[in-house]
């Protein structure tokens, strides 16, 4: 079974496994204050839980490279929205501040839990 490991946590998932919910169902912190409560829950509009991924995934989706082909997301076409992507293989996750996870500063790692209060979310 794949591993996933993000914000200082590893757990196994089943291949195939949507990564959001795989992070969510272990209370990983994937979204920035408000994003918590507005976010489009998975289907791929909103770009709030942009995350990178290292390992294997699956492919973008049309909808994936399309939202990541505009701002505030264009800048970092490496990172992936996390609701759009398969885990096929052991990943490891970073979420990066800013409301969109556009920030260049990491909130968590994959080894690491969150960090500091003031670069954890933007509001």
Known sequence: MPTIT????TFEVAEGTNLRQALLDQ???LYSEGAK???CH?????????????GDV?????????????PPHSAHKER????????LGDV????????????????????RGLVEASTSTVA
């Not at 993000?6 to 946590?9: L, S, V």
């Open 6 to 9: 993000a914000e200082g946590k």
């Open 42 to 54: 998975g289907h791929g509009t909103c770009g709030t839980c942009v995350v990178s991924v290292e």
């Open 27 to 29: 209370n990983i912190d």
């Open 80 to 87: 992936r929205l996390a609701c759009q992507v398969k885990v």
């Open 58 to 70: 699956s492919e973008s989706t049309k909808l994936e490279t399309a939202r990541m082909a505009v």
């Open 92 to 111: 490891r996750v970073t979420k990066f501040d800013g409301y969109f996870g556009e920030g260049e500063q990491s909130v968590w790692t994959p080894d």
């Open 37 to 39: 409560v507005f976010n």
